[in-house]
């Protein structure tokens, strides 16, 4: 796999976050995940950008649920990681874990 396959640092994050949250992959959840778990805080902006750049890569696909009183009548987005999504992200994970190896001790800190 060519090294433009790979993903960045964030899009990476926010592919674990779709797969991590499923059905409840909204844009407000994956923002709150990725700020809880991985103490990364996101803007929503960065965040659109990010799963509009995965969409149009075809790592990401999306639908609207029914829209909802609370929302003022708009419907949100649910994510999911697409199959492409998923290769190429085992790729990028792959290829992390085989650099690693042997770097547990200095990875891990004192």
Do not use: C
Request: hydrophobic share 35%; charged share 25%; proline share 3%.
């Amino acid at each position: 796999m060519g090294g433009s396959a790979f993903l960045g640092q964030f899009e990476q994050m926010v592919l674990l976050t779709l797969l991590q949250l499923g059905e409840d992959a909204h844009a407000i959840n994956i923002r709150r995940y990725l700020e809880e778990q991985a103490g990364h805080r996101v803007t929503r902006g960065a965040l659109y950008r990010t799963l509009d750049r995965l969409e149009s890569k075809g790592h990401v696909d999306w639908e609207a649920d029914e829209p909802t009183p609370e929302r003022g009548g708009y419907a949100k987005r649910r994510f999911w990681v697409t199959k492409q999504g998923l290769e190429v992200l085992r790729a990028s994970h792959g290829a992390l874990h085989v650099l690693s190896q042997g770097l547990e001790t200095v990875l891990r800190g004192p």
